[in-house]
């Protein structure tokens, strides 16, 4: 299925052919913090099929949820991921980009008015594209053409994007789209790339050891990391809260840590029922959890 699940996984995968992805479900939860703990309420299943819908992300007006679903079949008859958007107001999901080609990660660019995925082209090249928010309003385009191979992506301004560029080991990197030029800030990261709110910084799980692993705080311009919390063993999904606090996901558990040294990761919502929960993404006015879970029934 050429490299169709790198962008998921973030590993070469040899035997892809072979595998499918997993089932997976989007799910919305409000959340709010009090007295500076977020309460989260139940969660509405978004996607609600048997199949891969994956990757979370609110558009800029919060008002949808874009997110990657795979489906069987294909111009290929292999299958493929395609980007689609969920209408919170409605519930109803309808097809954003729909090509040949595999889309994942759709990310808004800075701006409102389009969006980036990473594209698995023909070749198995993974690079990072934008497409209209709107079907059908400008043909796509490539940003960055010597940059490859990309699985996530995190904007600090429209000329600006962190990079996840798959090697060994992995590496975050920081490319200008007006140059097309990327430069190494770390090495060894993991899947949970962000932009740190109020600042122009970077944040990423960084790999320390076989078994531990701390989000970096990464100046974009220095390539400066510096450790701001260890992550839970087992953990690789992290987002940042409106008050500056983490906001982590382990087995069918969410975790809430506060800002400042010296903070400790506190369980604060169990989900009964499912299993696996990753992919966090917080709506713009910070009141919206979208989150990806397995269903846990046996």
Excluded at 28 to 43: D, H, N, Q, Y
Excluded at 230 to 254: E, K
């Amino acid at each position: 299925m050429r490299l169709l699940f790198l962008a998921v996984l973030a590993v070469p995968v040899a035997s892809a052919a072979a595998q499918a992805p997993p089932p997976t479900d989007v799910y919305l939860a409000s959340i709010k913090l009090g007295r500076g703990t977020p309460v989260i309420g139940a969660p509405s299943n978004l996607t609600h099929r048997a199949g891969f819908d994956n990757q979370p992300y609110f558009t800029p007006d919060g008002r949808a949820v874009l997110y990657s679903s795979y489906r069987p079949g294909g111009p290929n008859g292999t299958g493929q991921s395609d980007i689609f958007m969920v209408d919170l107001a409605s519930g109803r999901s309808t097809p954003i980009i729909e090509t040949p080609e595999s889309e994942y990660s759709a990310t808004p660019i800075p701006g409102g008015r389009e969006i980036a995925v990473i594209r698995v082209e023909r070749d198995s090249t993974q690079r990072l594209w934008a497409f209209p928010l709107k079907p059908g309003a400008s043909q796509p385009r490539l940003l960055l053409e010597r940059v490859k191979p990309v699985g996530y992506q995190a904007w600090l301004d429209e000329r600006t994007v962190g990079v996840f560029v798959l090697g060994a080991p992995p590496t975050l990197q920081v490319a200008d789209l007006v140059t097309g030029d990327a430069r190494i800030l770390l090495p060894s990261i993991g899947r949970a790339l962000r932009q740190v709110p109020g600042k122009r910084a970077l944040s990423v799980n960084q790999q320390i050891s076989d078994s531990t692993w701390w989000i970096m705080e990464v100046d974009p311009v220095s390539a400066k990391a510096t450790p701001l919390a260890r992550m839970l063993p087992g953990s690789d999904f992290y987002i940042w809260l409106t008050d500056g606090s983490l906001l982590s996901s382990l087995g069918n558990a969410l975790y809430h840590r506060r800002s400042g040294a010296g903070s400790d990761w506190v369980k604060v919502k169990t989900f009964d029922g499912m299993k696996s929960i990753t992919r966090l993404a917080l709506s713009p006015r910070g009141d919206r959890l979208a989150f990806v879970a397995e269903d846990g029934a046996p």
